[in-house]
């Protein structure tokens, strides 16, 4: 591949694959609502304690981004990706063998979560390195392929449930996760990192004869220049890159929160399990199109990317508020497919601001470090959307707590740094 190979030839190779992977592994995760009402009817654990299974999954699906972004640009992306893969199916399948729930945390939680992990921020990553002009575009593309995801799986896991029962469904599940895989195995090292390591290779070689280490003293220097690139904390020394941060956490926090609270808020107004799966379907129908309209329309600099994202965020808080008002079959619906337009919407714009804040120099230590940090507040957030429901006997406390995340988000965007 030429360098001059961005924007074009291979790129659209990598943007295709990045997107089925991205299909597989945020459509599924998207799509837990489904298993999760059916792991409160198997277990009877609590809606709180069942949604620590997939605040788990997701504190590690995101939260190895610094380590996995790093071991990417070490090993190549394409490595690290397919041992998740394999990871993902070991914990599908070992998921489908547990006799109780606790045991889920380890197999679903940890095992392929860590597989999640490191396919995650190194998939989303690399698209920026093949795009420039339309970079926007490219990560609102790649993005919204997880809509096709959350249309397909919901109904795909409400069949193999129906037909296979809930142990049956994961095992099938895990198989058709492992395709990530070979999708991953199509996939080149951007050549910037290439020339990267290349560089330093060549540093070290010159800097060897000058001076001879002990292996102790070159294994803690390889340690420290390996911890100062995954927890780069001096970007927060940029106030734009601390404002989004904050605010992405916020919003992350809310999109993954409604993942629980609609799901179970359909199955507590007695719905049935279809419209749960409809409703899952909806929200990825609509991301489908909303991620790949805001990449298209952010290229068009018609308004700022900050400002379509403060759009996001104020219309996720008006109808977070709105919602427990409207217990009907329609208005959740509704609430569903807005919640993908606005909600979900909003990732579409992540990889570029960050790209716009720190370059793409730092992209990778600063993406890696916002997937962690958002790790742990959707491992937050999630919980305490169970337990809201659990104290107050409806998921009414638990949309305005969403509501108030968002709010929180729109608010720290205001204090947008000037040029």
């Not at 609502?33 to 609590?46: K, R």
């Not at 962690?372 to 707590?401: V, Y």
Request: hydrophobic letters at 50%; aromatic letters at 14%.
């Amino acid at each position: 591949m030429k360098n001059t190979d961005v924007d074009r030839g291979y790129s659209w190779v990598v943007l295709i694959f990045c997107g089925i992977i991205y299909l597989v592994i945020a459509g599924g995760v998207k799509s837990f609502g489904v298993l999760y009402t059916e792991l409160l009817e198997h277990y009877e654990a609590g809606a709180g304690n069942t949604a620590w299974i997939s605040s788990v999954c997701l504190l590690l699906f995101m939260g190895l981004g610094p380590f996995s972004n790093f071991l990417g640009e070490k090993y190549t992306y394409r490595l690290i990706m397919c041992i998740g893969s394999v990871l993902v199916l070991i914990g599908y399948t070992a998921s489908a063998f547990v006799p109780r729930m606790d045991m889920l945390f380890l197999t679903y939680g940890v095992v392929a979560g860590t597989g999640y992990g490191l396919i995650f921020a190194p998939c989303t990553t690399i698209i920026s390195f093949y795009f420039k002009k339309r970079r926007s575009l490219a990560n609102g593309l790649m993005v919204s392929f997880s809509g096709f995801g959350s249309l397909l799986f919901p109904y795909m896991y409400r069949f193999l449930i129906d037909k296979y029962g809930l142990h049956g469904a994961l095992l099938i599940i895990g198989a058709v996760f492992f395709h990530t895989c070979a999708a991953s195995l199509l996939l080149r090292q951007p050549p910037q990192l290439l020339k990267k390591k290349q560089k330093t290779e060549e540093e070290l070689a010159l800097a060897t004869p000058q001076k001879i280490e002990t292996p102790e003293k070159t294994q803690s220097g390889c340690f420290n220049e390996a911890k100062k690139r995954i927890f780069k904390l001096d970007l927060f020394y940029n106030p734009k890159y601390t404002v989004l941060f904050c605010a992405i956490l916020f919003q992350t926090a809310n999109f993954a929160g409604n993942l629980v609270a609609l799901p179970g808020h359909i199955q507590s107004l007695g719905l049935g399990k279809q419209n749960i799966a409809l409703s899952v379907s909806l929200l990825g129908g609509s991301e489908i199109v909303a991620r790949a309209f805001l990449g298209w329309f952010a290229d068009l600099n018609i308004m700022t990317r900050t400002h379509l994202f403060m759009v996001c965020s104020f219309v996720s808080t008006i109808i977070a508020f709105c919602i427990p008002h409207l217990p009907y079959k329609e208005a959740v619906l509704c609430y569903a497919v807005l919640m993908g337009v606005f909600s979900g919407s909003f990732w579409s714009l992540m990889g570029v601001l960050m790209v716009d804040c720190v370059g793409l120099a730092n992209f990778s230590p600063a993406f890696g470090l916002l997937s962690m940090a958002s790790a742990f507040s959707i491992l937050i957030s999630q919980p305490i959307i169970g337990w809201l429901k659990d104290a107050t006997g409806s998921w009414n406390m638990s949309f305005r707590f969403t509501g108030l995340l968002s709010a929180l988000a729109f608010l720290f965007l205001f204090d947008w740094p000037d040029d």
